[in-house]
């Protein structure tokens, strides 16, 4: 810091000698508000330290992208809701089905019992007869424990209930192409210009612009509040 002459941007003392500028901010304080400003500058660094270790800490862990591995999750849990609704609304169909096709063999059935105690008492019926019965019975026996032949499960392939989903990297030259500019004092940047902060002490409204110019495609800017 430099001495000079003009006020102190906190309290506008006027001390001659006795203000100090800084070099960084270029703002004027005086002997008090030059501790002040340093002690600040101190702490910011204190919060960037303390920052810098949690990053670390967190490389140890191999603490992997949340935000991703939160979208698979999501996408395994809707997909996996999406099968097995889909199952239950089939066997839902195959059981109204059934109750439908026991129903009617119902009738057939008691037809056959009717045949069947006729025969008992009058004595009247043939080989062919029993053979028929034995058929009819056997076919019964199926029926309830297999259904019916008139259903079978379809796939249909043209139709797909769950999106794949694979990962894509970006197009890494069109990242490096673009760069941020910005006509606020609150924003600052990195080196490359690739990411832009509002670092201004209050919440003013601050712009950033890119340089590049995009006619058609996909663009990602990521945005951490
Ligand atoms: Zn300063
Ligand atoms: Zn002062």
Request: aromatic share 10%.
């Amino acid at each position: 810091m430099s001495s000079s002459t003009t006020s102190c941007v906190v309290c506008e003392n006027k001390t001659i000698n006795s203000t100090f500028k800084c070099e960084g901010c270029l703002l004027t304080f005086c002997l008090k508000h030059t501790n002040e400003h340093q002690q600040y500058l101190s702490h910011q660094l204190n919060e960037i330290i303390h920052e810098h270790e949690n990053i670390f800490y967190t490389f140890n862990e191999h603490k992997q992208s949340s935000l991703l591995f939160d979208q698979i999750n999501e996408w395994e849990n809707d997909s996996i809701k999406k099968i097995q609704q889909t199952a239950h609304n089939v066997r839902i169909q195959i059981e109204q089905f059934s109750e439908l096709q026991k129903e009617q063999s119902k009738e057939k059935f008691n037809q056959i019992s009717k045949q069947l105690e006729n025969a008992r008492q009058n004595h009247e019926y043939l080989e062919q007869d029993l053979f028929r019965w034995k058929i009819l019975l056997k076919q019964f026996k199926y029926d309830l424990t297999i259904l019916s032949p008139s259903i079978i499960l379809h796939q249909d392939h043209n139709k797909t209930l769950i999106n794949n989903i694979s990962i894509m990297k970006m197009d890494q030259q069109s990242t490096l192409n673009e760069t941020f500019i910005s006509f606020s004092d609150e924003i600052k940047f990195d080196d490359n210009h690739h990411i832009a902060m509002h670092c201004g002490p209050y919440r003013n409204p601050a712009y950033i612009t890119g340089t590049q110019e995009y006619l058609s495609g996909q663009h990602q800017i990521r945005l951490f509040i």
